[in-house]
């Protein structure tokens, strides 16, 4: 019988190459999406899955949405991959993102709790998480403190605290996986990766003429969405339920991430980029670098993408969508 997973953000950047991992490996796919005034957009990362998978619509604040779907589906896995998740963001709606976030995964372990306890709950953990703190030898790992820098960040504590309480008080198969920035063709466009791609293509084919950072200073450590969505799923095949790092274990400052896409399409950055206070930080995540030993050596995983295959593969994606009003995916 084929196994059942059930996935809430499935139409967000993770959620869309999930459910694709997932329907290579002879899953079944269901998932929920939030009512939006226009409908047309709201499926785009999803379009090409559309007789494959199950779409209904649900809320993570609306548990009457989610009771009546996992009792009907009784699914084996489930993914909580729904949040808001822009930090910067995060600043402007505070009350919005703890609820939504923390109520949120609030409402799914407790449906899960009492209408389906042998559903394995997958909980989108994140280096956010980690915020001021760093190990003495230049890493993020499981071990290391969490002190949030942000609302966002602070939600995803809860969250986090919540996973492994249930795992312990309910013996419920609760994983977090505490996954650093990943980014692919499909990363909304406000985040900085796809913000600075984007922009650089539209320099080059001279439909921009500048491109409007925050800090250029703060390093990320970036690695593929389809690299880490199959160590979600890993996770979820494991002997037991437990916690794991997902990182490439490579560090760069957002200067870096310009100066490789600008040399990359052959313009001169220092033409093009300003600073705004627009786009900084209340209080800013200076520094992430991952270590993921653990998942390497309890679960084999190995990213394929390396940060320059990824960026020329956003680069090449922007190039031939740059100026379309639907963005084919
Ligand atoms: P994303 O593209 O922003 O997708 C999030 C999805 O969640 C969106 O489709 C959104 O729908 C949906 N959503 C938000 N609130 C919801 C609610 N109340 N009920 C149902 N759906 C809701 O994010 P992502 O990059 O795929 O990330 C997936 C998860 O991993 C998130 O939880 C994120 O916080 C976490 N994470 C991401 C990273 C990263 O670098 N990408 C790193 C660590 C952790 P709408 O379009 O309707 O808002
Ligand atoms: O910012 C700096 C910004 O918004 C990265 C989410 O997926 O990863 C993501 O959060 C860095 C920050 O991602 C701009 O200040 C400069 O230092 O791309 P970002 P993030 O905040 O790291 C974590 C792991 C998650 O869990 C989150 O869900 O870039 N930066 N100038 C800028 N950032 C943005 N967005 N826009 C700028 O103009």
Redesign the pocket.
Known sequence: MKKKAFITGIAGQDGSYLAEHLLENNYEVYGIIRRNSITEHQRLRLNHLDNKITIEYGDLLDISSLENKIIKIKPDEIYNLA?Q????VSFDIPHFTVMNNAIGALNLFETVKNHSKNSKIYQAS???MFGRCVDEDGYQREQTRFEPTSP?GCS?VFCFNLTKHYRIAYNLFAVNGI???HESPRRGS????S?VVKTAVRIKNKLDDKL?????D?S?DWGHSKDYVKAMNLMMNHSKPDDFVVATGETRT?RKLCEYVFKKLDLDMDKYISQSEK???PE??KF?CGDSSKIKKELGWKPEYSFESMIDEMIEFWEKNHDKNVIEY
């Open positions: 949040a998740s822009h930090v910067r994140s280096s956010e966002y995803k996954l650093f920035n406000n985040f900085v990766t913000k409007v950072l925050g800090n250029l703060s990320r957002v786009f900084m930080r800013e995540l992430l």
